[in-house]
C-alpha cells in the first residue's frame, strides 16, 4: 500500500484508510530526518485515539500515551547504537505487552523484530511531500 501526502492537510484525508492498512500492533517507521515520522505518530494517535498530545521521545527514548482505549508506546531509537544497549535500556519488554509500538530508527533492532508480525512504514521525502509505503508482515 503506498500513499502521497501532498501537504500536512493530506493526513486527514488518508488517516482513515492507512489506519485499516496497519494490521499489527508493532509499527516500525523508517525515513531520513525530517521524513514525516513523529508528524505521522501525531496523526496516527489523532485520528485512532482521539489524543493529541504528541512529542518526539529523542532523548527520553520512550513515550507513553495513556489514552482512553489503551496505552501507545512510542520509541525513538535514533540514539541506540546496538540491540544490546536496546535491550539493557528495556525497550524489547515493550514489545511483549500487547499494547500498540511505534518505532522511529527501528533498524538497529531488526534483526530481533524479523520474528514478529509487524507493519512497516517507509517514509520517503519526495517532490516537496512525502510518499508513505506500508507493508505488513506476519
Not at 547504537?81 to 535500556?89: I, N, V
Not at 511483549?96 to 517514509?123: A, Q
Request: aromatic residues 12%; proline residues 4%.
Amino acid at each position: 500500500m503506498q500513499y502521497w501526502i501532498e501537504d500536512p492537510e493530506a493526513w486527514e484525508k488518508h488517516m482513515p484508510n492507512i489506519l485499516k492498512d496497519i494490521q499489527h500492533p508493532i509499527i516500525l517507521l523508517s525515513g531520513n530526518l525530517g521524513a514525516g515520522k513523529t508528524s505521522f505518530v501525531r496523526h496516527f494517535l489523532k485520528f485512532g485515539y482521539d489524543f493529541s498530545e504528541v512529542s518526539s521521545p529523542t532523548f527520553s527514548l520512550v513515550n507513553e500515551y495513556h489514552t482512553d482505549r489503551s496505552i501507545i508506546y512510542h520509541m525513538d531509537l535514533y540514539r541506540i547504537k546496538s540491540e544490546d544497549e536496546a535491550e539493557e535500556a528495556g525497550i524489547l519488554e515493550y514489545l511483549d505487552t500487547g499494547n500498540t509500538v511505534l518505532i522511529e530508527w527501528p533498524e538497529i533492532i531488526i534483526s530481533i523484530l524479523k520474528s514478529m508480525p509487524r507493519c512497516h512504514l517507509y517514509f520517503n521525502e519526495k517532490n516537496g511531500g512525502r510518499e508513505l509505503r506500508i507493508q505488513n508482515f506476519n
